[in-house]
């Protein structure tokens, strides 16, 4: 009798052995967290997906965890469901000194909860970005829970978390390709003083050059005798010169013609009066 009680206790304990670690295994996954991300502009939002990677012993129906961050730099202002978790309750979120703790729940559907092998966002967080471009603050995720259809299998910080860094950077548009600004043209127009100066200065024919510099004058040889005539077309010199001056015949001294006609009047009466006596 004692030999078929012990059997009997034994059987159950390895019965038991056999299916306890398949009621007992927790929900896991090979992570949970987020990756490196920037932004810019102070004042603005950005949307941090929260991802899964390879769900394991579920399907999962509810989740929570914490995630702290430098509320100086970034701050969660709301959540959006993800790409698991589009048919389920609106996530919750409860801003805290060091983070935010986030909390999900299935809608009551079993086909709606995450299944095992899945991997994709659970939930994205909307940051505020209140800090200066070069800032930098650390996401880090803990005290995460997973919990299965029983609701029975709750897994404490059973998959291991991935935490990222938040970098605030300056406008990569205007610091890398700063806006060229087009290069001064010569206006055509003249001001008013410019042109009234220019139509005082230049004649009406379009082709006229204003000289830049006074044009030089050359001077000719004076011929050593006299000539009446007229200059010939040939002595005119080119315009860039003055006409070469003509020479004159040497002036008689004043009254040398009246002084020529008297002493000739005088003669003629000589001879006149010596014919006479003759």
Known sequence: MDKRIGLSVLLASAIFGLFAPLAFALPTADNFGVSDVSGEDQGTYILVP????NVQNGPI?????DISYDNS???VVGAQKGDLTSLWDSPITNNLPWGTRVAMVYDGK????????????VVLL?????GEPGETTDIRLNNLQLSDLSGENVGFDTAPTKNGTFTIVTNLTSASSPTLSPSPTVSPTVSPAE??????????????????SPPTIKPSLMPTTASPAKASPSS????????????????SPPGFDAFSAIAGLIAVSYLSLWRRKV
């Open 110 to 121: 079993d086909e709606h909860a995450i299944q095992n092998c899945s991997s994709g966002s």
């Open 236 to 251: 005119i010199s080119s315009p860039s010169s003055v006409p070469a001056a003509t020479s004159k015949a040497t002036p």
């Open 50 to 53: 929260v991802n899964i990677t």
């Open 195 to 212: 042109e009234s100066e220019e139509e005082a200065m230049a004649p009406d024919d379009a082709g006229y050059i204003f000289p830049t």
């Open 126 to 130: 909307k940051f505020s970005i209140i």
């Open 73 to 75: 730099v970034i701050n």
């Open 61 to 65: 129906v509810s989740l929570r965890f």
